[in-house]
C-alpha cells in the first residue's frame, strides 16, 4: 500500500488522455475527479468494471422509477440519481484502466446497458410531463429528446474516439464498430453482445462518418486527419454533447422540478449545438485543411 497513489494522482492516471480539450469540461472538473475517488477507494478491492458498470445501469432505471413519482421531490432525487448514473459510468472506464482489465465484453454492456437507460429515462420524463399536462406536444417533444441525445453522444463519441486513435489510446473501442473475421472466431459472449450493439449502433456510427466526410467535403489524408480530428475547438463544441453535459443539463433542469423546461433545452439549445459545431467544421474548419483542387 505504501506506493498506492493519492486521490489526485489516480485522477490523473485513470484519464483516457491528457489532451483535456478531448473530454466534456464538466467531467474534467467534476463527474471524474469524483469517479475517480470512488475508484481510489475500490481498486485494492476485488470489485470489477463490469459490476460498476451493472450498478451504473441500475442508478439509471431508479432514476426513471423516481421521475415517475412526479412530485418535486422524487424528481430532485430522479436527477441526483442520474448524476450518481454518470460517475459511475465515468468510474467503470476508469477502474478498467487503473486495474488493466479491458474487455470487449464489459465495452458492449456498458453501451447498450447506456441505450437502455436513456429509453427508460426519456419514457419516464415524458410520461411524467404528459401525466401532468396531457399533450400531443409532449410526445413529439420526449420522442425527439431520446432520438436527439442519442445523435448526439454519437457524434461526440465519433470524434472523441478518432482523436484518441490518433494518439494510440484506448483503441479497443473502435471509431465504427463492424463484426470482423476474428471477431466470429473470438469470445462467443462478446460477439453476441457485440452483434446487439452493432444493431444499437451500427446505423449511428455509419451516419456519423458520412456527417464527417460531408463536413470536410470528402475522406480526410493522413495530414489533414491530425489537424481535423485533433482541433481544439472541435473537440471543445462535440464535447458539450457527452452524456456528463447532456445529463448534468437534465439534473439541473430536474433539481428545480422543471422537467418540461429540459424537454425544450434538449430539442432547442443542444441541437443548435449540434449545428453549430456542424457548421464550425464544414465552414471554417474544413476549407483550411482541403487541399486545393488541381486546376
Known amino acids: 500500500m505504501r506506493n498506492r497513489l493519492g486521490p489526485l494522482e489516480f485522477f490523473r492516471a485513470s484519464l483516457k488522455t491528457d489532451a483535456y480539450y478531448a473530454d466534456e469540461l464538466v467531467n474534467i472538473y467534476l463527474l471524474r475527479p469524483l469517479a475517480a475517488f470512488i475508484v481510489w477507494l475500490l481498486s485494492p478491492t476485488p470489485v470489477t468494471p463490469n459490476q460498476v458498470t451493472f450498478a451504473a445501469i441500475i442508478a439509471g432505471f431508479a432514476a426513471a422509477f423516481a421521475y415517475l413519482g412526479q412530485t418535486p421531490a422524487a424528481v430532485a432525487v430522479a436527477g441526483l440519481l442520474v448524476t450518481l448514473k454518470d460517475v459511475l459510468d465515468d468510474a467503470d472506464g476508469q477502474l478498467a484502466r487503473a486495474k488493466q482489465l479491458y474487455s470487449r465484453r464489459g465495452r458492449f454492456i456498458d453501451s447498450i446497458g447506456d441505450f437502455a437507460v436513456d429509453v427508460a429515462l426519456f419514457s419516464a420524463i415524458t410520461a411524467a410531463v404528459y401525466l401532468r399536462a396531457p399533450s400531443a406536444a409532449t410526445l413529439v417533444l420526449g420522442a425527439a ?17 478518432s482523436f484518441l486513435h490518433l494518439q494510440e489510446r484506448y483503441t479497443l473501442n473502435r471509431i465504427v464498430e463492424e463484426i470482423t473475421e476474428e471477431d466470429r472466431k473470438g469470445d462467443p459472449v462478446a460477439l453476441r453482445l457485440q452483434r446487439v450493439f452493432v444493431l444499437l449502433y451500427g446505423w449511428q456510427d455509419r451516419l456519423m462518418g458520412s456527417l464527417d466526410r460531408w463536413c470536410f467535403g470528402g475522406e480526410p489524408g493522413t495530414d489533414e486527419s491530425v489537424q481535423w480530428y485533433g482541433d481544439r475547438a472541435g473537440l471543445r463544441l462535440s464535447g458539450l454533447m457527452g452524456f456528463g453535459t447532456e445529463f448534468a443539463l437534465l439534473t439541473i433542469c430536474s433539481l428545480c422540478d422543471a422537467l418540461e423546461l429540459y424537454l425544450l433545452l434538449n430539442v432547442v439549445l443542444m441541437n443548435g449545438v449540434w449545428l453549430a459545431s456542424i457548421l464550425y467544421r464544414r465552414t471554417i474548419l474544413a476549407p483550411g485543411l482541403r487541399p486545393p483542387e488541381d486546376l
Open 145 to 161: 429528446s431520446f432520438f436527439g441525445i442519442t445523435l448526439r453522444v454519437s457524434y461526440h463519441v465519433y470524434y472523441q474516439a
